[in-house]
């Protein structure tokens, strides 16, 4: 949520921002308006209940000096009643400013590039895209002559877009997870098993509820929705404290299923992997000082990448320009992945500086120092990584001439050591 007074304080800047973010259409001057509105309400509210307040204790002496008490009283019962209207005009305003403020995204940093689609997004740096001596198979046609997957069946379950992992394509699948857990303990995260489903509360605190509700599986009657992404609950872990300065930055690294609605049109791009209702990831999220964030955002993006440099998966990263990042970013890099059979880049990680965007919304804050003023946390996120768009790239690129995958060296511990999946682990 943006800071209104500043808002107020810069009104062209903002509009500008969000004719940068292709937000034009949202009524910034008409919520100053009603902001406006409010303070004329406020103010006329005050003035009437100190007027009210005087004449309620002149009461008795007016009484003594012969006017009839009835008619004091009803006078003043006019007095009270339209206070009470004023207050319910503001508070019908300050509603409606409030839903107008959550459905306005954060201001892109000075760093973000300029632009309406991901066309206009800058690659920061890639790698050379491997070439294979042979015929790449996709992803599907050697998960199908290995066993790994089964998406038919899957949908004779669920509906399509979600996966069903068998045997050894379980064992990987699940080997990815731990592996990237193991690396972000040892880089210092505190691990995390959230919560799968989250109250509109926590949602709000993100930014996904209302804007992106349509997005997410509620869980009629209860109020819930299964989770997007695991940062939805670990960035609101301590919604509404007041944390510690001195123990910032605090970095976590949580693995969950995600659950989103939103698959893409139909056709090729949902086919097997590519995209999916349900996948697993391991989130990372940082509650940082407001002057390190974009420091510590270079160093998250970079274990991430470091990840992906270890599975041996040609990637490059992309600075998002302002019509592409997310809702709730002020800067976010992509890095995507290298698929063979499709010859295109894949995104597989997304690593975002929210700055106080989000802990405004659930008011986390921190004290420098005993005594000091409270002041908004910074929040990063990042995918460290999601396995669905990585399991793409691993097969792809470590597939061999007959259909079998080599197994990247960092994974094998996890896979009882084996150094290569063939049709006979079908």
Same mark, same amino acid.
């Given at each position: 949520?943006?800071?209104?007074?500043?808002?107020?304080?810069?009104?062209?800047?903002?509009?500008? $921002?969000?004719?940068?973010?292709?937000?034009?259409?949202?009524?910034?001057?008409?919520?100053?308006?009603?902001?406006?509105?409010?303070?004329?309400?406020?103010?006329?509210?005050?003035?009437?209940?100190?007027?009210?307040?005087?004449?309620?204790?002149?009461?008795?002496?007016?009484?003594?000096?012969?006017?009839?008490? @009835?008619?004091?009283?009803?006078?003043?019962?006019?007095?009270?009643?339209?206070?009470?209207?004023?207050?319910?005009?503001?508070?019908?305003?300050?509603?409606?400013?409030?839903?107008?403020?959550?459905?306005?995204?954060?201001?892109?940093?000075?760093?973000?590039?300029?632009?309406?689609?991901?066309?206009?997004?800058?690659?920061?740096?890639?790698?050379?895209?491997?070439?294979?001596?042979?015929?790449?198979?996709?992803?599907?046609?050697? @998960?199908?002559?290995?066993?790994?997957?089964?998406?038919?069946?899957?949908?004779?379950?669920?509906?399509?877009?979600?996966?069903?992992?068998?045997? %050894?394509?379980?064992?990987?699948?699940?080997?990815?997870?731990?592996?990237?857990?193991?690396?972000?303990?040892?880089?210092?995260?505190?691990?995390?098993?959230?919560?799968?489903?989250?109250?509109?509360?926590?949602?709000?605190?993100?930014?996904?509820?209302?804007?992106?509700?349509?997005?997410?599986?509620?869980?009629?009657?209860?109020? &819930?929705? &299964?989770?997007?992404?695991?940062?939805?609950?670990?960035?609101?872990?301590?919604?509404?404290?007041?944390?510690? #300065?001195?123990?910032?930055?605090?970095?976590?690294? #949580?693995?969950?299923?995600?659950?989103?609605?939103?698959?893409?049109?139909? #056709?090729?791009?949902?086919?097997?992997?590519?995209? +999916?209702?349900?996948?697993?990831?391991?989130?990372?999220?940082?509650?940082?000082?407001?002057?390190?964030?974009?420091?510590?955002?270079?160093?998250?993006?970079?274990?991430?990448?470091?990840?992906?440099?270890? &599975?041996?998966?040609?990637?490059?990263?992309?600075?998002?320009?302002?019509?592409? %990042?997310?809702?709730? @970013?002020?800067?976010?890099?992509?890095?995507?992945?290298?698929?063979?059979?499709?010859?295109?880049?894949?995104?597989?990680?997304?690593?975002?500086?929210?700055?106080?965007?989000? $802990?405004?919304?659930?008011?986390?804050?921190?004290?420098?120092?005993?005594?000091?003023?409270?002041?908004? +946390?910074?929040?990063?996120? #990042?995918?460290?990584? $999601?396995?669905?768009?990585? %399991? +793409? $790239?691993?097969?792809?690129?470590?597939?061999?001439?007959?259909?079998?995958?080599?197994?990247? @060296?960092?994974?094998?511990?996890?896979?009882?050591?084996?150094?290569? %999946?063939?049709?006979?682990?079908?």
């Amino acid at each position: 949520m943006l800071d209104l007074r500043k808002m107020r304080e810069d009104i062209d800047s903002v509009i500008t $921002a969000m004719a940068n973010r292709n937000a034009a259409h949202l009524p910034i001057r008409e919520l100053i308006a009603k902001d406006d509105n409010r303070r004329q309400l406020l103010t006329r509210t005050e003035e009437l209940r100190a007027r009210l307040n005087k004449e309620s204790k002149e009461l008795g002496k007016k009484v003594k000096e012969g006017n009839d008490p @009835a008619a004091l009283k009803a006078e003043l019962k006019i007095l009270s009643d339209e206070i009470t209207d004023l207050e319910k005009q503001q508070h019908d305003i300050e509603e409606s400013m409030e839903l107008d403020l959550l459905r306005i995204p954060n201001m892109p940093h000075s760093s973000t590039p300029i632009g309406k689609t991901s066309d206009d997004n800058v690659v920061v740096k890639s790698a050379t895209p491997q070439q294979l001596p042979f015929e790449p198979k996709s992803h599907l046609e050697l @998960a199908q002559r290995l066993n790994l997957f089964d998406f038919e069946r899957a949908s004779k379950l669920s509906g399509s877009g979600f996966p069903l992992y068998l045997g %050894i394509g379980a064992r990987l699948e699940r080997s990815l997870w731990n592996f990237f857990l193991d690396t972000h303990t040892k880089n210092g995260y505190r691990e995390v098993i959230p919560p799968l489903m989250v109250n509109r509360e926590t949602a709000r605190g993100t930014g996904q509820w209302p804007n992106l509700a349509d997005d997410m599986y509620k869980i009629e009657g209860d109020e &819930l929705y &299964l989770i997007p992404t695991s940062e939805v609950p670990i960035a609101n872990i301590f919604r509404g404290e007041i944390l510690d #300065g001195s123990k910032l930055p605090m970095k976590f690294a #949580g693995y969950s299923p995600c659950f989103r609605r939103e698959a893409g049109s139909y #056709g090729k791009d949902t086919r097997g992997f590519l995209r +999916v209702h349900q996948f697993n990831k391991v989130e990372m999220i940082w509650l940082t000082l407001p002057e390190r964030s974009y420091d510590d955002m270079e160093v998250m993006t970079s274990h991430a990448e470091a990840l992906l440099e270890m &599975l041996e998966i040609p990637y490059r990263r992309l600075a998002l320009c302002s019509g592409d %990042i997310g809702f709730s @970013a002020a800067k976010t890099y992509d890095l995507e992945v290298w698929s063979p059979f499709e010859k295109r880049w894949l995104e597989a990680s997304s690593c975002s500086n929210c700055e106080d965007f989000q $802990a405004r919304r659930m008011a986390l804050r921190f004290r420098r120092e005993q005594g000091a003023k409270p002041e908004l +946390v910074h929040i990063l996120n #990042g995918s460290g990584l $999601a396995t669905s768009r990585v %399991i +793409v $790239a691993l097969l792809e690129n470590h597939q061999t001439e007959e259909g079998s995958i080599s197994i990247p @060296a960092v994974l094998r511990p996890y896979l009882g050591g084996k150094s290569q %999946i063939t049709i006979d682990d079908a």
